[in-house]
């Protein structure tokens, strides 16, 4: 299949059926395509008298635009529109989005348009003809069938209606909430096609696409069941393979499950498929988030026709009683924050770009779980979550207020989306089952369960309204702003807590539910700064501003002192940190530190030499802050850390002085800058004075420059630029032009020095199947199991069974190789035996030789690396055991020779090696396709046999 787009463009690849040779080895698609559709959108804000969905229908006049999208720029503060958070009317339009694109496709084949999320209901036409609507929810994706309305080989008009209005039955309306319900096509959009036999949507029914559990996690091992649904719109029976190859981090194919069946014509069927990890397992968890991949390709007879791939962890987690939250049998108090998706002036519309970086500061402040307040969020910040380790409890659009039969309807109808979406993710660990500040909702409970009964589900309580328990769900999920009492017995997450800058609110609420052992996370309000109207009650005790002022990082994702107390608490790594002059102020220097003492030095002159806080309110932290009693008014302070009285690490800083000169900075530097609008980049111009200092209480504005391949993202009429600052840092967006190429930035400000960076940008391969795919490794394994007649062959392992020296070869049929033993005596064998002990069934038999040596020789093998673990278990109670080996490898590379330290020496039985396998040795050697590989082991004991009982070979990158 090729997809390319009429309007010219720099960012569309073509794709077709060479598509495979530009996939990565070992990666199969079938017939699957999916092209991103971002960019060269036509845009008209506002409805029109007749829709413009027609073929012809004239869009010279309109703008412009990628997505994510933003209908309208607004400013810092909202365009200080006059609204309350009911928002019937602020932002509450339609617009139109245009589209032509020639579409080359299969005439046998399926074609999907795939949205991410449209705020709020969607209506699409394709050549003028109406293709359906989508009106269930804003946060959560949809896809529409195009494929009997699409020219193929010919120019396709697309028109998409995204409508906004303020809706009775679509959540969290009609009802007020804090957050702001931004317009138009702010997530991805794509065009996907497919062969007829195919794996559909995850979120078409509960089985449906693929879903991915892991029932049994032990620390060494792990059982994963993937259910994969594949559909067959043909009109006759299709014979379907399917091959599903779980791949571990490294790409490597760790276990390879086959099914196959007919499917009927017009039916869909469901896979089930099994597989257990023993060798090289590993656990998620926020220190080792460890992803595994479930790749499969569906057959038709011998056909690859389509794949679909998902990325999994083995975790497990419970409530226990005197323990709270568990993650693989390790207790783990969780602190962490909510999550608002929206950014000042762009509002929902912001790259996958943006929602990887925000995790990635989250992550790096230690924080180990984040709730998504109070929405479904982008399928890239989960993903991030599951990459960096990052815990989440996610939850449908709602807040404090719900409707009808059909509101509940569809909010139940967007919950099961949302679960059969992201079911997949290891990092989601609570599903939302209440309503914010009203608690548990048994009909969100119900759905919650029937589609993922495998996690947990919270409440979403308040302290002034409701059950004061966790009702019908599994967690007390409270907020806590006030020293609110515990529940008498249910497991408590306060959802959220008072936040401030310089920390000491956040300390007081998560060392008070860390002091209670039915508590098992305490989650801030808010991660970042956001926008809201206005409440609907306005009185001394609820007027606000439309920004939040008490975010971890500030609205433009700038982190405020809170952020390194968090560091402190939570990371690892020694640090300490002088808190700036938002936080330190009063007569007090705040001082974020995990060391044991911090001593505080101003202007080289020792001030105090202090431990932590000995505070009741920071009682259970690990690392309440440091507060020093000094007033500072000029100069500098020096802090030092210090654990075991030993100096480990030091800051220093500065008392602010006048502003004198400006920093740019990127919010992002550690991934590609693509061209073309669709991916932006915040640039943070920081005031600084002449110690490098930043300035935080300038009121100075910043106005900034840009040049070549790139442009601001202002419309003139939001008060962007000049851009104010806020705690010293003023901030703007950039985007790149259609053209990839360098963009200058220049800051200036009056009286200071100004500032210049730059970046390039760089085209984006729109082939999201080639973007997303790595490496297959699918190497040959072979496990033999040796001993004697009536051998115990270790499950799944291949039996070689001997009696005498005519039986000293086998065939590696994997490998299309063969593998022979020899001594210089005679090789005896040993079968029907029995012992303890993993892997018990191999040790537990063999061959072996009397005077102390053995070797393998393997020939034919082809070119490559490999590895091979060889069993070496003496048997025989009467003869010592041989733990002292001498392993000689001779292979293309010529002779190496090495005394075995792969075992604990003296550590094992003859009939029992505990929890532990048998004695082995692990050698790697290269093959050149032509000569013999040669393995010798020598007894380096003066006694004692040379035993055999089986070995694993493997070919290795």
Known sequence: MKIKLALLSLFITAISYAQSNNLPEGFTAGDRTKTNLNFNWKFHLGDLPNAPTAIDFDDNNWENVSVPHAPQLVSYELDSVKETWVQEKYLRDISWYRKKLTIDANATGKIFLEFEAIHNATELWVNGKKVGNYAVNGYVPFYFDITDFVNLGKENTIAVKADNSFSQVIAPDPHRTDYVKFGGLYRDVYLVTTNKLYVNYNWEDFNAGVHITTPTVNKHNGTVTIKTTVKNENDTAKNTKIITKIVNKDGVVVKKITSTKTIAPNAVYTFRQSATIEDNYHLWSPDSPYLYRANSVIYDENNAVDFVENKFGFRKFSLEKGKGFVLNGEPLFLVGANRHQNYPNVGDAVPNSFHYNEALQYKKAGMNIIRTSHYTQDDAFLQACDELGILVYEEPSTWILWGDDAWFSNLEAATRTMIRNHRNHPSIIVWGAGINHRGPVPRMQTVAKEEDPFRLTASASSPWNGVKNEGVTDVHATMDYRRTEFPESAFTMVMEHGSTPDSEVNQFHISRYKGNKNNF?????????????????????????????????????????????????????????????????????????????????????????????????????????????????????????????????????????????????????????????????????????????????????????????????????????????????????????????????????????????????????????????????????????????????????????????????????????????????????????????????????????????????????????????????????????????????????????????????????????????????????????????????????????????????????
């Open 521 to 957: 996370a305490a989650i801030t309000w808010l991660g970042a700064d956001y926008n809201h109207l206005q409440p609907d009650v306005n009185d001394e005790q609820w007027k606000r501003d439309f920004m939040t002022t008490y975010g971890v990082l500030s609205a433009f994702r700038v982190p405020k002192p809170v952020y390194y107390w968090y560091q402190s608490e939570l990371v690892k790594k020694p640090m300490v940190h002088i808190a700036d002059e938002t936080a330190s102020k009063n007569g007090k220097v705040r001082i974020f530190s995990n060391c044991q003492e911090v001593a505080l030095y101003h202007n080289g002159k020792l001030i105090a030499r202090q431990v932590p806080d000995n505070s009741l309110t920071k009682l259970n932290l690990n690392h309440p802050s440091f507060t020093f009693k000094f007033n500072w008014t000029n100069g500098t302070l020096k802090a030092i850390g210090y654990t075991n009285g030993e100096k480990i690490t030091e800051f220093t800083r500065h008392k602010e002085e006048s502003p004198y000169r400006l920093k740019l900075d990127l919010n992002i530097t550690n991934q590609p800058f693509y061209a073309g609008g669709s991916d932006i980049r915040l640039v943070h111009a920081s005031i600084l004075d002449k110690n490098g200092e930043v300035v935080t209480n300038t009121k100075q504005r910043v106005e900034f420059f840009v040049s070549g391949a790139g442009e601001l993202i202002d419309n003139g009429k939001i008060d962007a630029n000049p851009a104010r600052s806020f705690n010293g840092v003023a901030s703007i967006y950039i985007k790149g032009k259609n053209t990839p190429g360098k963009i200058t930035i220049t800051a200036k400000a009056k009286g200071l020095k100004s500032a210049k960076t730059s970046i390039t940008t760089s085209a984006y391969n729109t082939n999201e199947i080639v973007n997303n795919a790595t490496p297959i490794y699918d190497f040959p394994v072979t496990r033999v199991d040796i001993g004697g007649n009536k051998q115990l062959v270790q499950f799944d392992w291949e039996e070689w069974t001997g009696n005498s020296n005519a039986n000293l070869t086998y065939n590696l049929k994997d490998f299309n190789a063969t593998i022979a033993v020899s001594a210089t005596d005679n090789i005896k064998w040993l079968g029907d035996t029995a012992m303890l002990g993993d892997l018990s069934f191999v040790g537990t038999d063999g061959l072996y030789s009397e005077k102390g040596n053995l070797s393998l020789s393997i020939n034919n093998l082809k070119a490559g690396n490999y590895e091979i673990e060889t069993f070496h278990h003496t048997r025989r109670g009467n003869v010592k055991m041989t733990n002292e080996i001498e392993v000689q490898v001779v292979d293309v590379n010529g002779a190496f020779s090495r005394k075995s330290d792969d075992h604990i020496v003296d550590y094992y039985q003859n009939d029992n090696t505990g929890e532990r396998k048998p004695l082995s040795i692990t050698s790697k050697f290269s093959a050149d396709g032509k000569s013999t590989i040669t393995i010798n082991f020598k007894n380096l004991n003066n006694v004692g046999d040379m035993w055999l009982n089986g070995f694993v070979l493997k070919q290795v990158k």
